[in-house]
């Protein structure tokens, strides 16, 4: 009887992992507005559903526009003029989340600027909610876009301390990166997607199993 239990717990144990490894195997996009289709403008807190542009004042903006989305009619359009020590990007925050899970930032953007003169940053930055505090955030990735639009894509651990996610796409000139630090960027198709630990998910996988096994 025994025997015959314990092979009930790990068939449970075994079934629930492999439910958990097909709820994960598609995680979903916890970004608002993630096309960008809905109007957004800078609001203030709290930064969650939707996005908040920012820029440096005159000779940068960041906005919705329609010029040549990836897909549906709109798209995040930033950029620089001519201006020296500018910038603009837009930010937006996830929360809920939980310490050694893996987030990642990701969605596509192009430029029709050529030559493009502008640095390129994206990142995530983590925080607590409590606290309003940022606990700390990823390094800048410089990957500028192409002609076309590609895919640019961050991940790293949710780390301990912290709950929220802000996402951070940005443009800017600090470093005279060209002879006119002029240059536009789209972004379109954002994602923040988590998935959990694998540790902690193969240990959750395994007492739902066992608890399953333990009512029968």
């Known amino acids: 009887m025994k025997q015959f239990r314990m092979t009930q717990a790990i068939t449970a144990a075994f ?6 490894a097909a709820a994960f195997a598609g995680p979903t996009n916890l970004l608002g507005n993630a096309g960008f289709e809905d109007p957004f403008i800078p609001d203030g807190p709290p930064f ?18 329609s010029l040549t989305p990836r897909t549906g009619l709109a798209h995040l359009q930033m950029g620089i003029d001519n201006t020296d020590n500018t910038f603009a990007g837009a930010f937006q925050d ?4 939980i310490a ?5 930032f990701s969605g596509w953007h192009m430029t029709p600027s050529s030559p493009f003169d502008v640095g390129v940053e994206f990142r995530i930055e983590w925080r607590n909610s409590t606290l309003n505090t940022e606990i700390s955030r990823t390094p800048n990735s410089t990957v500028a876009p ?8 961050l991940s790293a651990p949710v780390p301990a301390g912290a709950d929220t996610a802000r996402v951070v796409y940005a443009i800017q000139t600090f470093g005279g990166d060209g002879p006119t630090n002029s240059g536009q960027v789209f972004i379109d198709d954002a994602s923040f997607t988590v998935v959990p630990e694998p540790s902690t998910l193969a240990m959750l996988a395994l007492a739902a199993g066992f608890a399953a096994a333990k009512r029968r």
Do not use: K, R
């Open 15 to 20: 079934g629930a992992a492999t439910m958990c």
């Open 146 to 153: 192409g002609s076309s639009y590609s895919l640019f894509s």
């Open 100 to 104: 050694g899970d893996i987030g990642t």
């Open 94 to 97: 996830v929360t809920g989340l």
């Open 48 to 65: 969650t559903g939707n996005w908040e542009p920012f820029s440096g004042g005159a000779g940068s903006f960041s906005v919705q526009g």
